[in-house]
């Protein structure tokens, strides 16, 4: 069985603003500033905060727009692959066998980098930078590793259906956990995939 792999994440802890977003922030100020000074203390700029008021509006139509065209902003380091074999589990170059893993479990397996976060007009970025998975590894010896991983339109987990399918018979990953990374919903569908588990255990 060849070795499957996800590329490993880093989250990185705080609160972040974009460039573009302290741009329109610092925009909105110098506008009100100005208005604030003109109506209540008559000061004349000659219609230069009525220029600056239309270039701010026409930068903040241009960052609206361009949203739905820009990935989220990757705010931490990648940290190497995660590499799924048969009998172990390599994390930056460590091996853990699957005798030594009491679980595997994940969360957030469906964001893939390019899918739309939403499509509402708001400044955050629309395309997801395919991050916001994660998973924690639990070792028998009480260890806990946890990551985010990419998932990319090539490399997902849901296309992992054979080693995964061992880890669990394995009992590292429970059944219903199993269905929900593969998308495996449709009741038929479920006892068919039940049943090929079940030959193949028995072959």
Same mark, same amino acid.
């Given at each position: 069985?060849?070795?499957?792999?996800?590329?490993?994440?880093?989250?990185?802890?705080?609160?972040?603003?974009?460039?573009?977003?302290?741009?329109?922030?610092?925009?909105?100020?110098?506008?009100?500033?100005?208005?604030?000074?003109?109506?209540?203390?008559?000061?004349?700029?000659?219609?230069?905060?009525?220029?600056?008021?239309?270039?701010?509006?026409?930068?903040?139509?241009?960052?609206?727009?361009?949203?739905?065209?820009?990935?989220?902003?990757?705010?931490?380091?990648?940290?190497?692959?995660?590499?799924?074999?048969? =009998?172990?589990? !390599? &994390? #930056?170059?460590? *091996?853990?066998?699957?005798?030594?893993?009491?679980?595997?479990?994940?969360?957030? +397996?469906?964001?893939?980098?390019?899918?739309?976060?939403?499509?509402?007009?708001?400044?955050?970025?629309?395309?997801?930078?395919?991050?916001?998975?994660?998973?924690?590894?639990?070792?028998?010896?009480?260890?806990?590793?946890?990551?985010?991983?990419?998932?990319?339109?090539?490399?997902?987990?849901?296309?992992?259906?054979?080693?995964?399918?061992?880890?669990?018979?394995?009992?590292?990953?429970?059944?219903?956990?199993?269905? =929900?990374?593969? !998308? &495996? #919903?449709?009741? *038929?569908?479920?006892?068919?995939?039940?049943?090929?588990?079940?030959?193949?255990? +028995?072959?």
């Amino acid at each position: 069985m060849n070795p499957r792999r996800l590329s490993l994440f880093k989250e990185k802890k705080g609160f972040y603003i974009s460039p573009e977003n302290i741009i329109a922030i610092a925009w909105g100020g110098i506008i009100f500033l100005l208005y604030y000074l003109k109506n209540s203390f008559g000061f004349n700029f000659k219609g230069i905060e009525t220029g600056i008021l239309i270039l701010g509006t026409l930068y903040i139509i241009g960052l609206l727009i361009s949203t739905f065209f820009r990935y989220e902003r990757e705010i931490g380091e990648y940290r190497g692959r995660i590499y799924f074999y048969e =009998n172990h589990i !390599n &994390i #930056e170059n460590i *091996d853990y066998k699957l005798d030594e893993i009491r679980k595997l479990e994940f969360f957030s +397996t469906f964001d893939v980098k390019g899918n739309f976060t939403n499509h509402l007009f708001e400044f955050a970025p629309h395309l997801s930078n395919g991050l916001n998975n994660r998973f924690i590894l639990t070792l028998k010896n009480g260890k806990q590793i946890e990551y985010n991983f990419l998932q990319t339109k090539s490399e997902q987990l849901k296309y992992y259906k054979d080693v995964l399918t061992n880890y669990y018979k394995n009992g590292i990953i429970n059944w219903l956990e199993l269905l =929900n990374i593969l !998308n &495996i #919903e449709d009741y *038929d569908e479920i006892q068919k995939f039940k049943k090929q588990i079940t030959i193949s255990n +028995t072959v």
